[in-house]
């Protein structure tokens, strides 16, 4: 009698294990999140915009559950590679080199690099960026470009796109060189800034993914056509950038 209570209760713990280990399989989605609109902190601390619903619908049809790590932009990638997140998605550019590193996804947006002055600013095209001070956040193909182009000492880093463009507000740099729509929001934030029409680079953004995890790149990218064939991607988009 002790054996058989002691064997259903093995085949039922068994049984809860499945069921629970099944159901919380976790997709860990790292980000930066001060990218509005495709990641930013709402007003309740929660981290939304384009690339987090992107992942929630993906995390859904995996039967997954979304958790979203924020972190610093320029440390995404080793945490991709070291498997401390499962998927990088940050607004991120597919470039040659960062695809030496990772994997990336099929693209789902895309991305141009423009330049925000101030508005009585003397600048009107990419080539009087020279010898200007130029604000960037670090490790961002922005960054990579301009540090190539006009030279790391006149490059000047931040952690993150607003502290950028918090320091072309008090002068202490010429401008920022950062992606169109979280340029939009920046300066619908702040006043005295616009955005020159001259585009610096057009670009594509791409989830990362380990280049040991191929049955996560596999099942991301077919969950992501099966999203964008249905509309779901597309609305997500205009849900965030009302067409203008
Ligand atoms: N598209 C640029 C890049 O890949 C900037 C991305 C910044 N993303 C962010 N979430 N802060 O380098």
New binding site residues.
């Given amino acids: 009698m002790k054996k058989l209570l002691a064997l259903i209760l093995a085949v039922l713990m068994m049984v809860a294990c499945f069921a629970g280990c099944g159901s919380s399989e976790k997709l860990v989605m790292g980000?930066?999140?001060?990218?509005p609109p495709?990641?930013f902190v709402d007003d309740n601390g929660k981290i939304v915009g384009i690339d987090a619903e992107i992942a929630e619908v993906i995390a859904e049809k995996l039967g997954m559950e979304l958790e979203i790590k924020d972190m610093e932009?320029d440390s995404l990638l080793t945490a991709v590679q070291s498997k401390t997140i499962d998927v990088a998605l940050?607004?991120?550019?597919v470039t040659d080199e960062r695809k030496l590193a990772v994997n990336f996804s099929d693209t789902y947006a895309t991305?141009v690099q423009v330049i925000i002055v101030n508005e009585a600013s003397d600048i009107k095209t990419v080539d009087d960026l020279k010898n200007k001070k130029i604000g960037v956040?670090a490790?961002?193909?922005?960054d990579i470009y301009c540090t190539d182009e006009f030279g790391q000492e006149n490059v000047k880093q931040y952690q993150?796109?607003a502290l950028a463009v918090a320091a072309l507000k008090n002068n202490q740099v010429d401008c920022v060189v950062i992606?169109n729509e979280p340029a939009k929001n920046y300066v619908k934030a702040n006043q005295g800034l616009k955005i020159l029409e001259t585009e610096y680079a057009v670009?594509d953004?791409a989830a990362a993914i380990s280049k040991e995890n191929n049955e996560l790149l596999e099942k991301f990218n077919k969950a992501l056509s099966e999203l964008k064939a249905d509309g779901t991607i597309d609305n997500i988009i205009k849900k965030y950038i009302p067409a203008e």
Avoid: I, K, P, V
């Fill in positions: 980000t930066n999140a001060s990218f495709y990641e932009f940050a607004g991120m550019t991305g956040q490790g961002t193909t922005g993150n796109g992606d670009e953004y």
